[in-house]
Nanobody, 124 residues
Framework: QVQLVESGGGLVQAGGSLSLSCSAS????????MGWFRQAPGKEREFVAR????????YYADAVKGRFTISRDNAKNTVYLQMNSLKPDDTAVYYC?????????????????WGQGTQVTVSS
């Protein structure tokens, strides 16, 4: 059974930093795309960042570019999201996800496996 478990969310003041982790189990994901998405109350789920299996290719939403960094450790089946210069607009539940297509994109509907989400709250 595939399982993704996020950790690292919490409450932080604007301008602060948080680091999220997502540990995957149940199979080996080192050939898959791993991504982070978020969903704020009353809003649709949106793409945040994704990373290809090698870790060499990363992609970011414009809203987080330059502030967030995605990385992965295939040996640990873990993906990370370092979030700096956080803003109140970053407040959301953050989900990690896996796309079994090694060339997958940013459409959340194409991702096959999801974590339960972790709350990130940025106060002004």
């Amino acid at each position: 059974q595939v399982q993704l478990v996020e950790s690292g969310g919490g409450l932080v003041q604007a301008g602060g930093s948080l680091s999220l982790s997502c540990s995957a189990s149940g199979r080996t994901f080192n050939r898959y795309v791993m991504g982070w998405f978020r969903q704020a109350p009353g809003k649709e789920r949106e793409f945040v960042a994704r990373i290809r299996w090698s870790g060499a290719m990363t992609y970011y939403a414009d809203a987080v570019k330059g502030r967030f960094t995605i990385s992965r450790d295939n040996a640990k089946n873990t993906v990370y999201l370092q979030m700096n210069s956080l803003k109140p607009d970053d407040t959301a539940v953050y989900y990690c996800a896996v796309d079994s297509n090694p060339f997958g994109g940013s459409n959340w509907l194409e991702y096959d496996y999801w974590g339960q989400g972790t709350q990130v709250t940025v106060s002004s």
